[in-house]
């Protein structure tokens, strides 16, 4: 009769350290995804493990960041970066990854299951005891007097606190419908760009600036006095406002300001003039962001009070036409985003 013995596949002691922002996968979840990966993993407390992994999620714009750390007993030390659009997506990407570098021969690479089994930090097995020693009698002594000693408090080492703010940007198409010049409706387009800066990665505030250019159609005014008209308008816009990120959508509302330039010539009775005038008109703006993965559609909509008060006269025919006090602007947005982290 031949006896085999099968030694059972030693575990490695492990122990887990996680950080993500609300709304993420927590380090159960984690931990539930390593064990399903690898079975050559015993989570255990920090004082038992021989292998230690750190995970740390952070939200970067519309993204997330992960990077994962593995520290082994016998000096290894590897760190990998992950990000993607889903928090859920860079955990299970972060499990995988620690799974590969404890146990590269045997990590399970197959799909997550719908629902995980829950798992346990395991304590440290018990050591067998040892045999008493034997008693050897030995002659009294004069007993030792111990001096107890103070011991120091353990020092806290405080966490460095997690990157408290981040920034993107986006640049975009645009189309522009405006009543600032002479009253009536005028169509154009152009580009602009903008700058957002988050103040904390786990809150929904932005704060944001945006610059833009734009081209609107040429049109003609005809009065008693006369005709005026011009080719093109060139404007500047700029804009400073708050918004909030929600999900996919973020409303925002702020204050901006327009400033265009016309070359007007006019025709009176007798003569043919021609002037070159400037336009500012500020106000507030309301804007609706609709970000689609790295592009983004929006609908903007500002009311301007006139700054300078134009008017184009034929003297000595009269006026032909003044800038209204209170003008309308409408735009259609499309571009695409980016996203910065410090």
Known sequence: MVLLLTASEERRP?????EAPAGCPGRERFEQELVFRTTRVRLVSDADATARIEVKLSEAGRRFMGQLTVRTADGKNITKQLKGPKCESVTAALSLAAALVLDPEGTNTAPL???LPAVVVEPEPPMKPEPSPELVTEPQREPTVVVPQTLEPPKVVEPQPASSSSAGASIF???VMSTTVSGALDFGGGAGGEFLIIPSQRSPLRI???LGLTLTSGRTVTSAAGSAAWPLGV?????VGGALQLSVVRPELGLSAQLTSLSISGLGTDQNLTSQRWLLAAGPYARVTLALGNWLVAVEGMLGVTAIREQYRVDPDGLVFQVPPLGAVAQVQVGRSFSFVP
């Open 14 to 18: 492990t122990s887990v350290s996680f």
């Open 113 to 115: 299951p719908a629902s």
């Open 173 to 175: 198409a645009l189309g």
């Open 208 to 210: 944001v600036t945006r």
């Open 235 to 239: 404007g500047g816009v700029l804009g």
